[in-house]
């Protein structure tokens, strides 16, 4: 199975600040197809998740662009700049290239 | 508006059946691959099964292997999963998504006790 270690495992930030969470996969994430899909997603107090970013860098529709993600392979960043209230809760990397689909611990983003 | 509504959970004895649904629209749901996933209370996400869009490909967890069975209705825009020899570990709220995580449902709590 892919092993994906997203680090930190908890994020403790001031409104306004900026903020990266790591993911490393132990296998390469690049499909046959050519894409990569690693999506990060963000779930909110009792919430179900939400995808974010899908194949490492795209926007879902009504994301801010506040939200960036980066990486290639088996290395992989989100970034928020500016935190807001609304974007606190625990993110999560999620891999769908390879079966299983695996996913990383979670980080939670909470307030300073 | 895409929805994907849960439901079928509940309170089960272990070594019992328990069978989720979860019915989909807004979008056409036969041209997409589904999950299952879990979340175990105060734990991470944790991918179950999938299927592809034809129901013709089936994959799952080797943890469920055998126990559980995904399967899906195109006719009637639903999923399901046939859950079966229910373990305590299997106690998580239970959500379908689709292929690529770009929809969720709400979740349906399902709980292994005596």
């Known amino acids: 199975d892919v092993v994906m270690t997203q680090t930190p495992p908890s994020l403790s930030v001031a409104i306004g600040q900026s903020v990266s969470i790591s993911c490393k996969s132990s296998?390469?994430?690049?499909?046959?197809?050519?894409?990569?899909?690693l999506h990060w997603l963000l779930q909110s107090s009792g919430r179900s998740p939400k995808r974010l970013i899908y194949q490492v860098s795209n926007l879902d529709s009504g994301v801010p662009d506040r939200f960036s993600g980066t990486g290639s392979q088996k290395d992989f960043t989100l970034k928020i700049s500016r935190v807001e209230a609304k974007d606190l809760g625990v993110y999560y990397c999620a891999q769908t290239t390879h079966f299983p689909n695996t996913f990383g611990a979670g980080t939670k983003l909470e307030l300073k | 508006e895409v929805q994907l509504v849960e439901s079928g959970g509940g309170l089960v004895q272990p070594g019992r059946s328990l069978k989720l649904s979860c019915a989909a629209s807004?979008?056409?749901?036969?041209?997409?691959?589904m999950h299952w996933i879990r979340q175990a209370p105060t734990k991470g996400l944790e991918w179950v099964a999938s299927i592809s869009p034809s129901g013709g490909s089936t994959y799952y967890r080797d943890s469920v292997k055998g126990r559980f069975t995904i399967s899906r209705d195109n006719a009637k825009s639903t999923l399901y999963l046939q859950m079966d020899s229910l373990r305590s570990e299997d106690t998580a709220t239970y959500y379908c998504?689709?292929?690529?995580?770009?929809?969720w449902g709400q979740g349906v709590m399902v709980t292994v006790s005596s």
């Open positions: 807004g979008f056409t749901f036969s041209n997409y691959g």
């Open positions: 998504a689709t292929r690529r995580l770009d929809y």
């Open positions: 296998q390469s994430l690049v499909y046959s197809d050519g894409k990569t899909y």
